[in-house]
């Protein structure tokens, strides 16, 4: 079937809004304020709600980072009029499930925001109702994150049975409580024992009222830190004496955990190199599951120029992911058969750090010497030394030396260009995703083949259909 200019326009319209959804999260990047971001991103969520509203909510079931799957949660759950009722439940069903695998933090943000604007629809009450419903600890919750609670079962009309309703809107009605979280709750007001059974982010409050010292509490709290947490706080902890406090870096997301890496000072690093590696490494086989060691021979170039250092809000953001993206590459890459191109040059990506001009054009063409099956990109797509080389360099070789693309080529780009509404692109020729993560690489490899123009609307539909029947089969 032929491709209509309506069906290609649409099918550039829905990668370009996915690419703005996995790489933006509103703040601030190295080239674009945080304003130019948050309006260049309202900008595309409304067009997309608009005019490809089906489209739009199937984006729930694809890598878009959490701030997104928000915006677009809200978005339909706001902007009802004229959906008909079969269309309501497929969303309600996309929705509910997003929500499942959405930060608790980030969900009653989200239910604070839908009472702040009025939205109390039948939909909206049961969506919240059934997510509440779900929740593996309601007397956890009503502890570590109470005045959200409070506000979202009032705005739904509900307030619970028995001692979880008297705690959340009048907790000193009970001298005591038999549930064991909400009595350690009330003692932690009077007794500096109970702090230490609370989740940290409550403790950390009655700390504060105690007037416990800062070491003795990090020190103490140590058993109830999550895994994140530990990550968080350990360097700071170390440095107050408090050396319990240290994460297991085995169990580490690969990307947070090349973010980590990245924070730490060169002597740090150094020390800890096998320690660090090893780390990296096991993350990275993790992500990879079963795709380990079946991509052939991979080549990479990724971007460690001074724009890599990101911005205040999201500092060192594109070299981690550019770091974590070469060990992830590594383990999908036959052994032995993959090789790093470092935009600066430096072979010792352990002490990767940003700095230097954009030479894209010429790692590129050190990249394709290798003959690679595959070669991947990792860069803002801002390409300076000189300005447009590696777009003429990709050019030639698509259109003359491997038109029939023997050599796969993707770029993917974890910054959003707020002014272009998309990320940057190389070349026409080269298909580009966004990148929020370096977990999310192999699927958007297999998403940006949609951008180079060879496969339709249909196509892309087919693979939406098939990634949202996917998601809501998982549990």
């Known amino acids: ?63 878009v980072n959490d701030h997104n799957a928000a915006l677009i949660v809200r978005s339909l759950l706001v902007h009802t009029a004229g959906v008909p009722d079969d269309r309501r439940r497929a969303e309600g069903a996309l929705i509910a499930r997003r929500l499942r695998l959405l930060p608790a933090p980030r969900v009653y943000r989200l239910f604070r925001e839908l009472r702040a604007a009025r939205v109390n629809n039948r939909r909206t009450r049961a969506i919240i109702r059934d997510w509440l419903a779900a929740r593996p600890d309601p007397a956890f919750d009503a502890v570590k994150y109470r005045t959200a609670l409070k506000t979202a079962l009032r705005h739904i009309g509900l307030r619970p049975d028995g001692e979880l309703g008297d705690f959340l809107f009048c907790p000193a009605s009970r001298p005591r409580y038999e549930t064991p979280i909400l009595e350690t709750w009330r003692r932690a007001h009077f007794e500096k024992r109970a702090v230490y059974e609370l989740p940290y982010t409550v403790a950390e409050g009655f700390a504060a009222r105690h007037g416990i010292p800062r070491a003795q509490f990090l020190e103490r709290i140590e058993p109830n830190l999550t895994r994140l947490e530990r990550l968080r706080l350990q360097e700071s902890a170390r440095r107050l004496g408090a050396g319990s406090v240290a994460a297991d870096l085995a169990t580490m997301p690969l990307t947070r955990l090349a973010s980590y890496v990245l924070s730490l000072p060169f002597a740090d690093r150094a020390a800890r190199r096998a320690e660090l590696t090893g780390a990296l490494r ?194």
């Open 282 to 475: 096991a993350a990275a086989l993790r992500a990879a599951g079963r795709d380990a060691g079946t991509w052939g021979s991979v080549s990479a170039v990724l971007d460690d120029s001074y724009s890599s250092r990101g911005s205040g809000q999201k500092p060192r953001r594109p070299l981690a992911v550019a770091l974590a993206s070469s060990f992830l590459l590594a383990a999908l890459a036959a052994p032995g058969r993959y090789r790093a191109h470092w935009l600066s040059g430096r072979a010792d990506e352990l002490m990767a750090h940003p700095s230097g001009p954009t030479p894209l054009g010429d790692r590129v063409l050190d990249a394709l010497d290798d003959a690679p099956d595959r070669l991947v990109l990792v860069t803002d797509g801002w390409d300076n030394a000189p300005d447009g080389l590696a777009a003429d360099v990709l050019r030639v070789w698509r259109t003359r030396l491997d038109p029939g693309g023997a050599v796969q080529i993707t770029h993917l780009n974890p910054v959003y260009d707020a002014e272009g509404y998309d990320v940057r692109r190389l070349a026409p020729g080269v298909p580009t995703a966004g990148l929020r993560d370096a977990e999310n690489l192999p699927s958007l490899v297999e998403l940006a083949r949609f951008a180079e123009g060879r496969v339709g609307l249909a196509d892309l539909r087919a693979h939406l259909d098939a990634r949202v029947a996917r998601f809501l089969e998982e549990r």
């Open 1 to 63: 079937m032929t491709e209509t200019l309506a069906d290609l326009v649409a099918c550039e319209d829905a990668l370009m809004f996915v690419n703005a959804a996995m790489t933006s999260t509103g703040q601030r990047e190295h080239y674009d304020d945080a304003a130019g971001q948050r309006l260049s991103l309202d900008f595309l969520h409304a067009y997309m709600r608009e005019n490809y509203r089906e489209v739009y909510a199937a984006a729930l079931a694809l890598d």
